[in-house]
């Protein structure tokens, strides 16, 4: 069911490096025949605009737009759709979309300067992109927290206008995505999915309005058409399939560690669960655990799948022999489960997210904790960090040089500049020092 590995062993590193090498798209799908099809589709959107993004809407979703404006979700129709979302749902959604902004308002970037002793002045300033596209997986699926979690941030950071696109197979739309975008301040919602909502928000159509930057998650067509765009706008990330990490002592009890892999694993049988298990007799706990609870699983086929062919629970000989691990994952999410959760946070170096404690369940953060759960997957935690305000704020630098900061900056910019042959910085740096003749 689930394969145990002990760190101990002299295969373990090769073992780990085997279970972390994983596919990162599906696993039916021919990854160069992916690329061709999308860069059709986005050559198609570029040429012919809203022709193509009704056709290619008509080919995919079963749904043929009675011309590009029926493509956009009006706000009229979109209170209907917000009017028969349930109580219980709206206040679910309004709690979360408050903890998530009140958490990316601490992340806000502000403009600085420095004023240097001869009257130069350095700085920075800090301006909100001017239109963001946000990507939303539409027709049964339900995922409101992914609008509140991209859309927010991007309103945070000051973003003027945000253009959401959802597909509607079949015509159908989840009215809690719409009550979501209104709840995060959506500015406009299209009816369009797959790689030709990606190139009509890359390069814009009649009714489309290009985009500066691309966030949201989607299948494997969507993150090849994120990939194919990135340059002509931003993106967030190409995330690969969902992971956690569980690190836990005796201290923790074995059935929440057993759920909170399941949870993890109910994702797709790509989805990663691991456990790293410290003390004697964790690993068999949590490994018992797992065998009993999972025929009570709705999507017990898809967790068994996961935790076969992806998961693991690793026997660690200390918490620190843990966090050696852990790092190397560089996981998406990881669970401290330890009597002294607080006390291994300073041990880790290379994690999307950290959830300190027996109580901070991963899954708490997907809805509501309010840290954003758009993360880096596929060990590029390394590198990488959350979605977050300043993924929506650019930089520019500021540099307002005095006569006599120029002077004595000047000197040293020719020397440099005519070592590496580039005469005319020379010249234009040289007649910014004081005294010499243009």
Do not use: N
């Given at each position: 069911m689930i394969r145990i590995l002990d760190s101990a062993r002299e295969d373990f590193d090769a073992?780990?490096?085997s279970l972390l090498d994983r596919e990162t798209g599906e696993s039916a799908t021919d990854p160069e025949s992916v690329e061709r099809a999308v860069a059709d589709i986005i050559k198609a959107v570029r040429a012919r605009g809203d022709a193509a993004l009704m056709e290619l809407t008509a080919k995919f979703d079963g749904l043929q737009p009675d011309g590009p404006a029926a493509m956009e979700l009006g706000h009229e129709r979109r209170d209907e759709i917000c009017a028969s979302v349930n109580e219980p749902l709206a206040d679910a959604i309004r709690f979360a979309a408050n903890r998530i902004r009140r958490y990316h308002e601490q992340e806000v970037a502000r403009?600085?300067?420095?004023?240097?002793?001869?009257g130069t002045v350095l700085g920075q300033k800090i301006t909100p992109?001017?239109?963001v596209g946000v990507y939303v997986p539409g027709g049964k699926a339900a995922y409101p927290s992914s609008?509140?979690?991209t859309?927010?941030?991007a309103r945070v950071a000051g973003v003027s206008e945000v253009i959401m696109t959802v597909p509607t197979p079949g015509g159908e739309i989840n009215p809690a995505i719409v009550f979501a975008a209104r709840e995060a301040g959506v500015d406009r919602i299209f009816t369009v999915g797959g790689a030709q909502a990606i190139a009509a928000l890359a390069w814009g159509t009649e009714s489309v309005p290009a985009v500066d930057k691309i966030v949201g998650p989607g299948n494997i067509y969507v993150a090849t058409a994120k990939r194919q765009v990135f340059g002509k706008v931003g993106i967030d990330m190409i995330a690969g399939p969902s992971e956690v990490?569980?690190?836990?002592d005796d201290s923790a009890n074995p059935d929440w560690v057993a759920m909170d892999l399941f949870a993890q694993a109910e994702h797709d049988e790509l989805a990663q669960s691991i456990a790293i298990a410290v003390g004697d007799g964790v690993a068999d706990a949590v490994a018992a655990s797992v065998a009993r609870l999972l025929p009570e699983m709705d999507r017990r086929e898809i967790i068994a799948a996961a935790l076969e062919s992806q998961g693991a629970i690793i026997r660690?000989?200390?918490?620190e022999d843990a966090a050696r691990i852990a790092n190397r994952i560089a996981p998406e999410h990881l669970e401290l489960l330890l009597a002294d959760a607080r006390g291994m946070v300073e041990h880790i170096r290379h994690a999307g997210a950290i959830f300190v404690g027996s109580h901070s369940a991963e899954s708490l953060g997907d809805y509501c904790a309010g840290p954003n759960h758009v993360l880096p997957t596929s060990g590029t935690a390394r590198f990488s960090?959350?979605?977050?305000?300043?993924?929506?704020?650019?930089?520019?630098?500021?540099?307002?040089a005095s006569v006599e900061g120029a002077d004595a900056m000047a000197r040293q910019a020719s020397v440099l500049a005519r070592c590496e042959g580039l005469t005319a910085h020379a010249r234009s740096a040289e007649y910014r020092i004081r005294g010499r003749d243009a």
């Open positions: 073992s780990l490096a403009s600085w300067q420095m004023r240097e002793e001869d992109l001017d239109r609008v509140l979690m859309v927010i941030p990490v569980v690190i836990c660690a000989g200390s918490l960090s959350p979605l977050g305000v300043y993924d929506f704020q650019k930089r520019s630098s500021l540099i307002h």
